[in-house]
């Protein structure tokens, strides 16, 4: 079967650097997103890996590795506003959208 | 402003009833999505339109239905059939398969 897996919750502070991890495992693969979603709103996208490396927009970064099946995405100088969860999907090889449960990141001042 | 718009933002739902979510866009996109979102739960895709007059069931479509009479178009109705319908839900466009999809603000339904 295919599998997202994302940690449930993870706390940080104002200020710090937080690592939120995304392995996957599908059929195929044609690119990897992350999503920013605050409680009852609309995701909203933040980056799209298909090459292995980073990627670098602002405060946040994501990397993937396909060999390893993993990607994460990096967010520094962390501000309250960050306080959301974070969904990782992967495209399989039908160019379907598998999506992990998401990340529930709590910031504390 | 181009973009999506859905709506009730709210809605309650009688048991035996059918209820109908709208999601209306002026993007000019072909694809259209409906995602289910429960807590703890990844996005479950119920139905999706590439085209006009064409639409594909998803891995939940049971208990819904849909129609794509108008590119901009693409209502879900839930049926009396879906017997767990409380959820978020959201409708999303596409410019094409691998590009990033864009979201409505969301429907949440409940039973009363």
């Known amino acids: 079967g295919q599998n997202i897996d994302q940690p449930t919750e993870m706390t940080a502070t104002e200020g710090a650097i937080v690592q939120i991890n995304c392995t996957y495992q599908?059929?195929?693969?044609?690119?990897l997103f992350w999503y920013q979603q605050h409680a009852g709103e609309a995701p909203t996208f933040l980056s799209y890996?298909?090459l292995d490396g980073l990627e670098e927009k602002g405060r946040f970064s994501s990397f993937l590795s396909r060999s390893k099946g993993y990607s994460y995405l990096l967010l520094k100088e962390l501000q309250m506003k960050d306080s959301a969860s974070y969904l990782c999907?992967?495209?399989?090889?039908?160019?379907?959208?598998?999506w992990g449960a998401g990340t529930k990141l709590i910031i504390k001042p | 402003d181009g973009g999506i718009t859905q709506s009730p933002k709210y809605l309650f739902r009688k048991e035996g009833q059918n209820v109908t979510l709208s999601c209306e866009q002026n993007?000019?996109?072909?694809?259209m999505y409906w995602y289910r979102q429960d807590p703890g739960q990844g996005l479950r895709l119920i139905y999706y339109?590439?085209?006009?007059?064409?639409?594909q069931k998803g891995d939940i479509a049971e208990g819904y239905s849909v129609s794509r009479e108008k590119k901009e178009s693409f209502p879900l109705t839930v049926t009396s059939a879906q017997k767990n319908p409380t959820a978020f839900y959201l409708c999303?466009?596409?410019?094409?398969?691998?590009?990033?999809?864009?979201f409505g603000s969301g429907t949440q339904l409940s039973v009363l």
């Open positions: 999303a466009t596409q410019t094409a398969e691998n590009e990033k999809l864009f």
């Open positions: 999907a992967v495209l399989d090889s039908n160019y379907q959208l598998i």
């Open positions: 993007l000019n996109h072909d694809a």
């Open positions: 339109s590439q085209i006009v007059n064409d639409f």
């Open positions: 890996n298909v």
């Open positions: 599908t059929s195929g693969f044609n690119g």
